[in-house]
């Protein structure tokens, strides 16, 4: 069964800073790769994904992650954050079971952005 | 606006209580999940419905029951809370092709 792996349980940055919160899982065969952001007291929303093609998608609000199949790695990254980036992000492995997509989440890391 | 509805919001429930959380949607979308979250563990798989008419069990289904009479509505059922059942509960579909998950904003469920 696939894992997914979130190295960092909170990241404190300053605004303005990059960041990177990184993300493995456990398999190298072909995989569809998420990452989901929880602001306080909201559901998830999804923030980019990974199905095929070029190994670095972008979000709209600045967000990018790159895909490394050798190193079965979906690090996300922003160069510069800001205050309401501040959220839970969770890295999340997409298999194709009987017609559905069953998702295994990471156990999330907690952004925290300080002024 | 198209997406997913859970209900109640929140909830306090006894101990020993049976209680049903309810998810609809109007997507049109063939699988439906109930995940749980909980403090540093992150998301967690209870059971899932591939189809209306099919269940399967997840990762922590014991405790829980769900059906799928049809497409748009996915209850979970608690038959007998216990304080282990507090948790976040989030409904979620999807359809083929990748394109991720579509999640209910959320129950709050706290067993006392």
């Known amino acids: 069964a696939q894992s997914v792996t979130q190295l960092d349980s909170q990241v404190p940055v300053f605004e303005e800073a990059p960041v990177e919160l990184r993300c493995n899982y456990s398999s190298s065969v072909s995989v569809y790769l998420f990452w989901y952001v929880q602001y306080p007291n909201q559901g998830l929303q999804l923030l980019l994904k990974y199905l095929s093609g070029s190994t670095l998608v972008e979000s709209i609000n600045g967000f990018e992650a790159e895909f490394n199949k050798s190193q079965t790695s979906f690090h996300l990254r922003k160069p510069s954050v800001h205050i309401s980036d501040t959220a839970e992000y969770f890295c999340?492995?997409?298999?194709?079971?009987?017609?559905?997509?069953?998702?295994?989440f990471g156990q999330g890391t907690r952004l925290t952005i300080n002024p | 606006i198209a997406g997913i509805t859970q209900a109640p919001t929140s909830q306090i429930l006894a101990a020993g209580r049976r209680m049903t959380l309810r998810c609809t949607q109007d997507m049109r979308h063939n699988a439906m999940y109930w995940y749980r979250q909980d403090l540093g563990l992150g998301l967690r798989l209870i059971h899932y419905?591939?189809?209306?008419?099919?269940?399967g069990k997840g990762e922590v289904p014991d405790g829980y029951s769900v059906s799928r009479a049809n497409t748009d509505d996915f209850p979970l059922t608690l038959a007998s809370a216990v304080p282990s059942q507090t948790s976040v509960y989030f409904c979620?579909?999807?359809?083929?092709?990748?394109?991720?998950?579509?999640f209910g904003s959320g129950t709050r469920l706290t067993v006392v």
């Open positions: 999340a492995v997409s298999d194709e079971i009987q017609g559905a997509q069953k998702l295994v």
């Open positions: 979620a579909s999807s359809d083929r092709g990748g394109d991720g998950y579509t």
């Open positions: 419905s591939n189809t209306a008419g099919t269940t």
